[in-house]
Each structure stands twice: as structure tokens, then as C-alpha cells.
């Protein structure tokens, strides 16, 4: 490959990033909002699930009014990132775990996440060559 085409390619995909990283938060609003609360735990390498509810009224940990699970979203946008995460108060309690309240975390790195947006990565440069 010539160095003309090396930069032709480098400046496609260069245009291709914004694209790439939406894609990329999509993949993680998804798999925090959809795949963790179905799954009822974290989902990473393997399923850790939540801690259950004492004295439950049948419901699932983390669901009550279903606002917490709908928080999740894309906060913020930059040139070479995107932020996903909750901007609901407690979610950081849940997420963390306080010294009364157990982590039932449902936001953070995951293996199987990380696959995910690899496979985005791939996708993209596979499409430019």
C-alpha cells in the first residue's frame, strides 16, 4: 500500500470515529440498561447477580419505579469520547454499595462489552479497506 492510500484510508476512518462512538455508547446504554436489568445482575465475563431484596414484594432489585433504569444514556459527547452513565443521585449507591446498602452494580467495564464494541471497531475498518 502507497503512503497516498495509507493516508487516504487513515483520513476515512478519521471521519468514520464520531460515527464509531456513537455506536460504541449505543452498545453500552444497551448493555447497562437492557442486558444487566434482564439479567438481573452484572454482566461481564459472567453473570454476577444483584443481591436480592429482603423482605421483597416480588419484585427485582433495582426496579421499583423503573426511573433509575431509564436514566441510563449518553451524558456527554466530545471529539473522541462519549459518556454513559445515570444522572439519577442514588444510582452511584447501587452501583458502589454503601455500608447499608449491598453493590448491585449495574454500570462499569465489561469483558463481554468491550467484545461488543470490538466487533463496531472491526466493522468500521473492515468497510474502509
Known amino acids: ?42 454482566v461481564d465475563v459472567t453473570l454476577r447477580p444483584w443481591v436480592p431484596i429482603k423482605n421483597s414484594d416480588g419484585r427485582q432489585p433495582l426496579v421499583k419505579t423503573g426511573r433509575l433504569r431509564g436514566s441510563i444514556t449518553v451524558l456527554g459527547r466530545s471529539l473522541n469520547s462519549r459518556l454513559v452513565g445515570s444522572n439519577v443521585p442514588y444510582a452511584a449507591y447501587h452501583n458502589e454499595g454503601t455500608s447499608r446498602l449491598p453493590q448491585r452494580k449495574m454500570i462499569g467495564n465489561s469483558k463481554t462489552l468491550e467484545k461488543k464494541n470490538g466487533l463496531v471497531i472491526i466493522g468500521t475498518l473492515k468497510r474502509i479497506v
Open 1 to 42: 500500500m502507497s503512503k497516498f492510500q495509507f493516508l487516504r484510508k487513515a483520513a476515512k476512518f478519521k471521519a468514520q470515529v464520531p460515527a464509531m462512538l456513537d455506536r460504541m455508547a449505543n452498545n453500552a446504554v444497551n448493555h447497562f440498561k437492557v442486558t444487566n436489568f434482564d439479567a438481573k445482575g452484572f
